[in-house]
Nanobody
Framework: QVQLTESGGGSVQAGESLRLSCEVS????????LYWHRQAPGKQRELVAR???????SYADSVEGRFTVSRDNAKMTLYLEMNYLAPEDTAIYYC????????????WGQGTQVTVSS
C-alpha cells in the first residue's frame, strides 16, 4: 500500500524559510514523477513544483527562485525548500506521486499547513 506523509509545515514570519518533507512508502518512489501542490483558503489547488524521475524540475512562476524541489530516492523522500516566504504562500501543501507502472496511478498526502505572517 502506498502512503505519502508530509511534514515540516508550521508558522513563520515573512522572509523566513521552511523545508517540507514527504516520505513515500511502497515500491513506487524512484519510478514516479513527484509534485508539490498547495491550496490557500478559498482558492483552487495549484501546482507549485515538479520533479521528474530524471531529476528535472519545474516551478510555478510565483515561487521560481524562492523554492527548490528535490528528491532522495534512497530515502524515498521528496523535499520542498521554501525561502523568502511571503504571506501569499500561506496554504496547505500537498505532495503527489504520479506513477505509470501497471497503468496511471496518482497518490496524495494528507497535507501540511504553512502559515506566513507579515
Amino acid at each position: 500500500q502506498v502512503q505519502l506523509t508530509e511534514s515540516g509545515g508550521g508558522s513563520v514570519q515573512a522572509g523566513e524559510s521552511l523545508r517540507l518533507s514527504c516520505e513515500v512508502s511502497g515500491p513506487i518512489f524512484s519510478s514516479s514523477n513527484l509534485y508539490w501542490h498547495r491550496q490557500a483558503p478559498g482558492k483552487q489547488r495549484e501546482l507549485v513544483a515538479r520533479i521528474g524521475t530524471s531529476g528535472r524540475t519545474s516551478y510555478a512562476d510565483s515561487v521560481e527562485g524562492r523554492f527548490t524541489v528535490s528528491r532522495d530516492n534512497a530515502k524515498m523522500t521528496l523535499y520542498l525548500e521554501m525561502n523568502y516566504l511571503a504571506p501569499e504562500d500561506t496554504a496547505i501543501y500537498y505532495c503527489h506521486a504520479e506513477n505509470f507502472l501497471g497503468g496511471p496511478h496518482n497518490y496524495w498526502g494528507q497535507g501540511t499547513q504553512v502559515t506566513v505572517s507579515s
